[in-house]
């Protein structure tokens, strides 16, 4: 299990009704997470933050998920931010931001089954979850760029600080970070950040065909695939995911009121 994942296991009919966030269905060992904000598309605040690191870990833990996907609600992946759940920056809240940003990144790469991102509008907002998949499509109308961070006096140390680099390369990425830069799904496509991209009406079909494709491996084919092919991925994260936080907490403590 991955970091913060839950003590006890529940079944899939428990867990897959248990997030406000994720709406899940299950066919064939096919897992389809989509993630939303009371129907609609994804608003990132406290309660995402809080519950997906919890859900990626138990996605991970149970067997009869085979393969995973992850997408969107609506025209949008992640683009919508609520701001009002950070407020004056306290120790205790830090605490609580960074416990569940490791829970978050750490717990979506020791899912041990390949993952398939369907990004299906604009991700500027925790885009890498779906660049951290396997398999990453994107929609014709999906954008990228880091919107929460250094344009908005925070500290892009929330792990985008590794992410980034690692697709675009270091000198690219930190320009991409502190320039606030829009890619579009082409460019991203030219850059090497996604693998395909298709028209909106035709992304999840896509999605389910791959994951079919890959359903034809054995189970331990398909896992321990996903741990070789992530191992630099989490290592990187384990080593140097602390020092981003506490670093954009730092940064953060800086907006206090005198």
């Not at 406000?20 to 299950?26: E, F, L, P, S, T």
């Not at 950040?193 to 389910?208: F, K, W």
């Not at 994951?211 to 191992?231: H, I, K, S």
Request: hydrophobic fraction near 40%.
């Amino acid at each position: 299990m991955g970091a913060g994942s839950p003590g006890g296991t529940r079944s899939f009919e428990e867990y897959s009704a248990g997030y406000r966030h994720v709406a899940m269905r299950r066919e064939d060992g096919v897992l389809e997470l989509r993630l939303h904000s009371d129907g609609g598309p994804l608003v990132w605040g406290s309660s995402p933050h809080t519950e997906l690191g919890r859900c990626f870990a138990e996605v991970g833990s149970d067997p009869g998920n085979r393969v995973v996907i992850l997408t969107g609600t609506g025209d949008r992946f992640i683009a919508d931010l609520d701001t009002s759940w950070v407020g004056k920056m306290t120790p205790e809240l830090w605490n609580e931001i960074y416990r569940n940003g490791k829970r978050l990144l750490l717990n979506l790469l020791d899912v041990e089954v390949p993952m398939i991102a369907a990004i299906n509008g604009p991700a500027t907002v925790h885009a890498e979850l779906g660049l951290l998949c396997d398999l990453v499509l994107a929609s014709e109308t999906a954008t990228f760029k880091d919107a929460p961070h250094f344009r908005y006096g925070t500290v892009p140390g929330d792990g985008v600080h590794l992410v980034w680099p690692l697709l675009l390369g270091f000198n690219r990425a930190r320009h991409f970070l502190l320039t606030g830069r829009r890619l579009s799904a082409g460019e991203a496509l030219d850059l090497g950040v996604v693998a395909e991209v298709h028209p909106p009406d035709r992304l999840l079909e896509r999605a389910h065909e791959l994951a079919r494709d890959l359903l034809r491996q054995p189970d331990l084919t398909l896992r321990y695939t996903r741990v070789a092919m992530t191992q630099l991925l989490r290592r990187v994260m384990q080593e140097h995911l602390d020092h981003g936080l506490a670093l954009e907490g730092l940064g953060a403590m800086s907006h206090w009121p005198e």
